[in-house]
Protein backbone atom coordinates (compact mmCIF):
# COMPACT_ATOMS: atom_id res chain seq x y z
CA UNK A 1 0.00 0.00 0.00
CA UNK A 2 1.34 2.95 -0.68
CA UNK A 3 1.64 6.27 1.80
CA UNK A 4 -1.23 8.46 -0.17
CA UNK A 5 -3.64 5.28 0.19
CA UNK A 6 -2.46 4.96 3.84
CA UNK A 7 -3.00 8.57 4.84
CA UNK A 8 -6.43 8.09 3.12
CA UNK A 9 -7.60 5.08 4.93
CA UNK A 10 -6.44 6.40 8.46
CA UNK A 11 -8.58 9.71 7.74
CA UNK A 12 -11.63 8.06 6.33
CA UNK A 13 -11.39 5.07 9.08
CA UNK A 14 -11.81 7.99 11.75
CA UNK A 15 -14.44 9.72 10.77
CA UNK A 16 -16.77 6.68 10.99
CA UNK A 17 -19.91 7.04 13.02
CA UNK A 18 -18.67 4.61 16.77
CA UNK A 19 -22.89 3.94 15.95
CA UNK A 20 -22.00 2.45 12.65
CA UNK A 21 -22.84 -1.36 12.39
CA UNK A 22 -21.06 -3.09 9.32
CA UNK A 23 -23.27 -6.34 10.08
CA UNK A 24 -26.33 -4.14 10.51
CA UNK A 25 -26.00 -2.66 7.28
CA UNK A 26 -25.61 -5.69 5.14
CA UNK A 27 -28.27 -7.75 7.38
CA UNK A 28 -30.74 -4.73 6.60
CA UNK A 29 -29.88 -5.06 2.95
CA UNK A 30 -30.42 -8.39 2.24
CA UNK A 31 -33.28 -8.85 4.41
CA UNK A 32 -35.05 -6.50 2.51
CA UNK A 33 -34.56 -7.65 -0.79
CA UNK A 34 -34.88 -10.77 -0.20
CA UNK A 35 -38.32 -10.23 1.46
CA UNK A 36 -39.57 -7.78 -1.78
CA UNK A 37 -38.29 -11.01 -3.73
CA UNK A 38 -40.21 -13.53 -1.43
CA UNK A 39 -43.40 -11.36 -1.08
CA UNK A 40 -43.57 -10.86 -5.34
CA UNK A 41 -43.55 -14.59 -5.46
CA UNK A 42 -46.09 -14.98 -2.88
CA UNK A 43 -48.59 -12.73 -4.66
CA UNK A 44 -47.52 -14.45 -8.23
CA UNK A 45 -50.21 -17.18 -9.56
CA UNK A 46 -49.47 -19.97 -12.76
CA UNK A 47 -46.86 -17.91 -14.37
CA UNK A 48 -45.17 -19.38 -17.06
CA UNK A 49 -43.36 -17.50 -20.04
CA UNK A 50 -43.16 -14.69 -17.87
CA UNK A 51 -39.75 -15.90 -16.14
CA UNK A 52 -38.54 -15.68 -19.74
CA UNK A 53 -38.43 -11.64 -19.01
CA UNK A 54 -35.59 -12.07 -16.94
CA UNK A 55 -33.30 -12.18 -19.74
CA UNK A 56 -33.57 -8.88 -21.51
CA UNK A 57 -34.71 -7.31 -17.82
CA UNK A 58 -31.34 -8.29 -16.42
CA UNK A 59 -29.27 -7.33 -19.94
CA UNK A 60 -30.40 -4.31 -19.65
CA UNK A 61 -30.07 -3.75 -16.35
CA UNK A 62 -26.18 -4.46 -17.45
CA UNK A 63 -26.18 -1.79 -19.19
CA UNK A 64 -27.61 0.37 -16.62
CA UNK A 65 -24.63 -0.25 -14.54
CA UNK A 66 -22.29 0.34 -17.10
CA UNK A 67 -23.54 3.86 -17.70
CA UNK A 68 -24.57 4.48 -13.97
CA UNK A 69 -20.52 3.68 -12.73
CA UNK A 70 -19.19 5.39 -16.36
CA UNK A 71 -21.41 8.28 -16.62
CA UNK A 72 -22.65 9.43 -13.06
CA UNK A 73 -20.16 7.50 -10.57
CA UNK A 74 -16.48 8.94 -12.15
CA UNK A 75 -18.39 12.09 -13.80
CA UNK A 76 -19.34 15.16 -11.57
CA UNK A 77 -22.77 16.13 -12.56
CA UNK A 78 -23.25 18.77 -10.35
CA UNK A 79 -26.84 18.06 -9.01
CA UNK A 80 -27.69 17.39 -5.41
CA UNK A 81 -28.09 13.49 -5.24
CA UNK A 82 -25.72 12.65 -8.38
CA UNK A 83 -23.19 14.60 -7.03
CA UNK A 84 -23.41 12.85 -4.01
CA UNK A 85 -22.41 9.59 -5.39
CA UNK A 86 -19.63 10.65 -7.07
CA UNK A 87 -18.29 11.77 -4.35
CA UNK A 88 -19.03 8.76 -2.43
CA UNK A 89 -17.21 6.57 -5.21
CA UNK A 90 -15.25 8.62 -7.11
CA UNK A 91 -13.47 10.49 -4.22
CA UNK A 92 -13.81 7.89 -1.48
CA UNK A 93 -14.24 4.38 -2.55
CA UNK A 94 -11.14 5.34 -5.10
CA UNK A 95 -9.00 6.48 -3.07
CA UNK A 96 -9.59 3.57 -0.47
CA UNK A 97 -8.66 0.95 -3.14
CA UNK A 98 -6.20 0.74 -5.42
CA UNK A 99 -5.03 -2.33 -7.21
CA UNK A 100 -2.20 -1.90 -5.27
CA UNK A 101 -4.12 -3.16 -1.92
CA UNK A 102 -7.72 -3.46 -2.89
CA UNK A 103 -9.10 -5.06 0.43
CA UNK A 104 -10.29 -4.41 3.85
CA UNK A 105 -9.83 -6.43 6.91
CA UNK A 106 -12.38 -5.29 9.33
CA UNK A 107 -16.33 -4.98 9.50
CA UNK A 108 -16.04 -1.54 10.32
CA UNK A 109 -14.52 -1.10 6.70
CA UNK A 110 -17.91 -2.01 5.19
CA UNK A 111 -18.91 0.97 4.92
CA UNK A 112 -16.76 1.83 2.13
CA UNK A 113 -17.77 -1.12 0.13
CA UNK A 114 -21.42 -1.00 0.55
CA UNK A 115 -24.10 1.77 -1.01
CA UNK A 116 -26.26 3.59 2.01
CA UNK A 117 -29.83 2.13 2.11
CA UNK A 118 -31.38 5.05 0.25
CA UNK A 119 -29.83 3.64 -3.10
CA UNK A 120 -32.24 0.15 -2.14
CA UNK A 121 -35.07 2.41 -1.53
CA UNK A 122 -34.43 4.51 -4.84
CA UNK A 123 -34.22 0.86 -6.40
CA UNK A 124 -37.47 -0.02 -4.92
CA UNK A 125 -39.54 2.65 -6.15
CA UNK A 126 -38.40 2.34 -9.49
CA UNK A 127 -38.55 -1.31 -9.73
CA UNK A 128 -41.89 -0.46 -8.41
CA UNK A 129 -42.89 2.16 -11.12
CA UNK A 130 -41.33 -0.43 -14.05
CA UNK A 131 -42.85 -3.40 -12.71
CA UNK A 132 -46.39 -1.37 -12.49
CA UNK A 133 -46.25 -0.42 -15.90
CA UNK A 134 -45.47 -3.71 -17.20
CA UNK A 135 -48.47 -5.10 -15.77
CA UNK A 136 -50.53 -3.24 -17.32
CA UNK A 137 -49.86 -4.19 -20.93
CA UNK A 138 -48.27 -7.98 -19.99
CA UNK A 139 -50.13 -8.89 -17.07
CA UNK A 140 -49.40 -9.05 -13.34
CA UNK A 141 -47.16 -11.47 -13.50
CA UNK A 142 -44.77 -9.98 -15.68
CA UNK A 143 -44.30 -7.15 -13.61
CA UNK A 144 -43.26 -8.62 -10.69
CA UNK A 145 -40.73 -10.68 -12.67
CA UNK A 146 -39.48 -7.30 -13.60
CA UNK A 147 -39.36 -6.33 -10.31
CA UNK A 148 -37.87 -9.15 -8.94
CA UNK A 149 -35.23 -9.13 -12.10
CA UNK A 150 -34.19 -5.67 -10.77
CA UNK A 151 -33.76 -6.13 -6.79
CA UNK A 152 -32.06 -9.22 -8.07
CA UNK A 153 -29.67 -7.21 -10.11
CA UNK A 154 -28.61 -4.94 -7.23
CA UNK A 155 -27.95 -7.54 -4.52
CA UNK A 156 -25.88 -9.44 -7.21
CA UNK A 157 -23.89 -6.74 -7.54
CA UNK A 158 -23.68 -5.83 -3.71
CA UNK A 159 -22.57 -9.02 -3.04
CA UNK A 160 -19.97 -9.43 -6.36
CA UNK A 161 -18.75 -5.73 -5.27
CA UNK A 162 -18.33 -6.79 -1.46
CA UNK A 163 -16.51 -10.43 -2.94
CA UNK A 164 -13.80 -8.13 -4.96
CA UNK A 165 -12.92 -5.94 -1.89
CA UNK A 166 -12.59 -9.03 0.91
CA UNK A 167 -9.10 -10.29 1.41
CA UNK A 168 -8.16 -13.24 -0.59
CA UNK A 169 -9.69 -16.99 -0.14
CA UNK A 170 -10.32 -19.92 -2.01
CA UNK A 171 -13.88 -18.60 -2.56
CA UNK A 172 -13.44 -16.14 -4.34
CA UNK A 173 -10.57 -17.44 -5.99
CA UNK A 174 -12.00 -20.28 -7.69
CA UNK A 175 -15.63 -19.39 -7.84
CA UNK A 176 -16.68 -19.00 -11.72
CA UNK A 177 -17.92 -15.46 -12.47
CA UNK A 178 -17.35 -14.39 -8.68
CA UNK A 179 -13.01 -14.94 -9.67
CA UNK A 180 -13.70 -12.95 -12.57
CA UNK A 181 -15.29 -9.87 -11.47
CA UNK A 182 -12.61 -9.51 -8.39
CA UNK A 183 -9.98 -9.59 -11.14
CA UNK A 184 -11.81 -7.20 -13.07
CA UNK A 185 -12.55 -4.75 -11.04
CA UNK A 186 -9.30 -4.93 -8.82
CA UNK A 187 -7.87 -3.87 -12.68
CA UNK A 188 -10.56 -0.43 -12.44
CA UNK A 189 -8.83 0.57 -9.08
CA UNK A 190 -5.88 1.21 -11.25
CA UNK A 191 -5.22 4.86 -10.83
CA UNK A 192 -4.01 5.33 -14.16
CA UNK A 193 -7.39 3.74 -15.69
CA UNK A 194 -9.98 4.02 -12.83
CA UNK A 195 -12.00 6.96 -14.82
CA UNK A 196 -12.03 4.62 -18.18
CA UNK A 197 -11.94 0.97 -18.06
CA UNK A 198 -13.60 -1.78 -16.18
CA UNK A 199 -17.16 -0.02 -15.49
CA UNK A 200 -19.20 -3.57 -14.86
CA UNK A 201 -19.68 -5.11 -10.91
CA UNK A 202 -21.62 -7.94 -12.06
CA UNK A 203 -20.95 -9.63 -15.56
CA UNK A 204 -18.77 -7.62 -18.09
CA UNK A 205 -21.08 -7.70 -20.68
CA UNK A 206 -21.58 -3.90 -21.41
CA UNK A 207 -17.78 -3.42 -21.03
CA UNK A 208 -17.18 -5.90 -23.63
CA UNK A 209 -20.04 -4.87 -26.22
CA UNK A 210 -19.21 -1.33 -25.00
CA UNK A 211 -15.52 -1.67 -25.76
CA UNK A 212 -14.23 -0.61 -22.33
CA UNK A 213 -12.83 -4.02 -20.87
CA UNK A 214 -8.95 -4.07 -20.27
CA UNK A 215 -9.14 -7.30 -21.64
CA UNK A 216 -8.70 -8.80 -24.93
CA UNK A 217 -11.15 -11.48 -25.80
CA UNK A 218 -15.12 -12.87 -26.80
CA UNK A 219 -18.16 -12.44 -24.38
CA UNK A 220 -17.29 -15.91 -22.97
CA UNK A 221 -13.56 -16.20 -22.53
CA UNK A 222 -14.53 -12.51 -20.56
CA UNK A 223 -17.34 -14.12 -18.36
CA UNK A 224 -14.92 -16.84 -17.54
CA UNK A 225 -11.70 -15.25 -17.16
CA UNK A 226 -11.07 -15.78 -13.43
CA UNK A 227 -7.82 -14.61 -12.89
CA UNK A 228 -5.94 -15.12 -15.79
CA UNK A 229 -4.09 -11.87 -17.18
CA UNK A 230 -2.81 -13.69 -20.50
CA UNK A 231 -5.39 -11.45 -22.29
CA UNK A 232 -4.30 -7.85 -20.96
CA UNK A 233 -4.85 -5.28 -23.47
CA UNK A 234 -0.95 -4.38 -23.85
CA UNK A 235 -1.93 -0.64 -24.52
CA UNK A 236 -3.23 -0.68 -21.18
CA UNK A 237 0.17 -2.52 -19.21
CA UNK A 238 2.68 0.91 -18.72
CA UNK A 239 -0.35 3.01 -17.61
CA UNK A 240 -1.35 0.65 -14.94
CA UNK A 241 2.26 -0.01 -14.40
CA UNK A 242 3.33 3.95 -13.88
CA UNK A 243 -0.19 4.20 -11.45
CA UNK A 244 0.79 1.50 -9.36
CA UNK A 245 4.02 3.70 -8.21
CA UNK A 246 3.68 5.81 -5.11
CA UNK A 247 5.90 8.56 -6.83
CA UNK A 248 3.44 8.60 -9.80
CA UNK A 249 0.35 8.94 -7.21
CA UNK A 250 1.48 11.24 -4.73
CA UNK A 251 2.57 13.44 -8.13
CA UNK A 252 -0.43 13.03 -10.44
CA UNK A 253 -3.10 11.76 -8.60
CA UNK A 254 -6.24 13.93 -7.43
CA UNK A 255 -9.32 13.04 -5.48
CA UNK A 256 -10.91 13.45 -8.81
CA UNK A 257 -8.92 10.83 -10.59
CA UNK A 258 -5.52 10.77 -12.15
CA UNK A 259 -4.06 13.61 -14.54
CA UNK A 260 -3.18 11.88 -17.42
CA UNK A 261 -0.26 12.82 -20.06
CA UNK A 262 -1.54 12.96 -23.50
CA UNK A 263 0.36 9.31 -24.60
CA UNK A 264 -1.27 7.71 -22.09
CA UNK A 265 -4.88 9.21 -23.15
CA UNK A 266 -3.68 7.90 -26.75
CA UNK A 267 -3.34 4.31 -25.14
CA UNK A 268 -6.77 4.26 -23.45
CA UNK A 269 -8.08 5.58 -26.78
CA UNK A 270 -6.47 2.99 -28.80
CA UNK A 271 -6.99 0.50 -25.99
CA UNK A 272 -11.18 1.36 -26.44
CA UNK A 273 -11.20 0.96 -29.94
CA UNK A 274 -10.45 -3.30 -30.27
CA UNK A 275 -12.53 -5.50 -27.69
ZN1 LIG B 1 -14.74 -1.15 -5.69
ZN1 LIG C 1 -15.32 2.99 -10.13
Known amino acids: MTDRQRRFREKYVSEISPWYSGL ?20 MQGATWEWLLILPVAIAGNFVEWGMHKFVMHRLVD ?5 AIYDR ?12 DPTIGTVKEFRIVLFPWRVLMVLAVAGGGLGWLTAQFLGPNAGYVVFITMISHYMVYETFHFCCHVPENSIVRQLPLVNTIR ?69 RVTLDGPKLEADELRALQQAGSHA
Open 24 to 43: LHVGVMYAAGISAIVWCVSR
Open 79 to 83: VFALR
Open 89 to 100: HTRQHHQYFTDG
Open 183 to 251: RHHAAHHNMGIMMHVNMNLTFPVADWAMKTSDLKRGLLGHLFNGYDESHLKDELKPVMARFRSAETQEK
